[in-house]
């Protein structure tokens, strides 16, 4: 199981809004009209400046806000819902949701951030298993994902673990030579697009292993791309982020690189003995709220890439991965600093 070494917890199934924006055409700008017609939307975009990525008026959390009639809650999960979060596409509709996303940013004058999870031999067969049937089929995904972009600006995080899982052996061998050429031509081809970032996934603080996996970082391509991602969907303070990923950086001709924050305020579980520690832990606490200011060149930004309030799975009474935990999303804003 995953969480036992790399700390690593999924949102499958996190969003699967990009159709429905397709169809109602939905967005959200300063102060605009992002929900239904005449009625005032429960979150509206943040100041460019500081946060240029685009809030989704149609997201998990801004649905639970418009639904809740208690006040001090509603305050609670606004902390959430007004936050900029990472859209992760399903491989199903991929273009029309990429297309759907990143038009929606594209009115509102922001960017989308998107999560490309869909690798074959996925999770190495754990709970978030699965992922493109083989190598040509995910060809073809990431050549919707690009076309569903085109033009439009928009921050993606590339394939969670997949360079991780062959690092720490838990991908067997045989796949390792496909997958980082799947992985090189992933960042070319969405390269191509050209507004378009890419952060290649490099794990995490609680892996903290530079010396083993900045080659499998170069062998996958990641000179080619904007930078990399540590931390996604993990715990690890933003310190300890930057710490790894800047000793990172200096094995990878000094990429840039990003930082998930979406839940890393209390940092990682230290309860001794606690069953699946990497699933729906608990006193955990939002961190850094996503922005580009980070006060560090080398960090280009603090994104929430894993969906704050979104369960982890069926754990510590939570519910299927990826659907809403009301009671799990007020912990998490109950404890942020």
């Known amino acids: 199981m995953y969480g036992s070494y790399s700390g690593r917890v999924r949102a499958v199934g996190a969003v699967a809004v990009g159709a429905a924006l397709l169809l109602?055409?939905?967005t959200s700008g300063e102060g605009g009209d992002g929900g239904t017609a005449g009625k005032k939307p429960p979150v509206s975009q943040l100041p460019k400046g500081d946060d240029p990525y685009w809030v989704n008026p149609d997201a998990k959390a801004a649905k639970a806000l418009a639904d809740e009639g208690d006040s001090g809650k509603q305050e609670l999960i606004k902390k959430i819902a007004q936050q900029p979060a990472g859209e992760w596409l399903i491989p199903e509709n991929a273009k029309?949701?990429?297309?759907g996303f990143t038009e929606a940013a594209a009115q509102a004058d922001r960017e989308a951030i998107l999560v490309v999870y869909n690798i074959p031999h996925r999770d190495c067969g754990n709970f978030s298993g699965g992922g493109a049937a083989d190598g040509n089929a995910y060809r073809a995904f990431i050549k919707e994902v690009a076309e569903g972009i085109g033009d439009r600006p928009a921050t993606v995080v590339l394939e969670p673990d997949a360079v991780l899982h062959m690092v720490d052996n838990c991908t067997p061998e045989k796949f390792h030579e496909?997958?980082?050429d799947l992985l090189k031509g992933a960042i070319k081809t969405l390269k191509k697009q050209p507004k378009t970032k890419v952060y290649l996934d490099a794990g995490n603080a609680g892996w903290g292993k530079p010396d083993q996996i900045f080659e499998p970082l170069k062998w996958s391509g990641v000179e080619a791309a904007d930078g990399f991602s540590v931390n996604v969907s993990n715990f690890y303070t933003t310190e300890e982020s930057k710490k790894y990923g800047k000793e990172l950086s200096a094995k990878v001709g000094n990429k840039p690189f990003v930082i998930d924050t979406s839940r890393?305020?209390?940092g990682p579980v230290?309860?001794?003995g606690l069953k699946d520690p990497w699933c729906n832990p608990p006193g955990r606490a939002l961190g850094e709220a996503p922005t580009t200011n980070t006060g560090d060149e080398q960090v280009h930004a603090f994104l929430w890439v894993k969906r704050p309030g979104e369960s982890d799975g069926e754990c510590k009474g939570g519910p299927q991965a990826g659907r809403w935990f009301a009671d799990y999303a007020l912990e998490?804003?109950?404890?942020a600093k």
Do not use: D, F, I, M
């Open 24 to 26: 109602t055409g939905c």
């Open 96 to 99: 029309e949701q990429a297309k």
């Open 178 to 180: 496909e997958r980082y």
């Open 264 to 266: 890393n305020g209390n």
């Open 270 to 272: 230290q309860q001794k």
């Open 332 to 335: 998490l804003a109950k404890n």
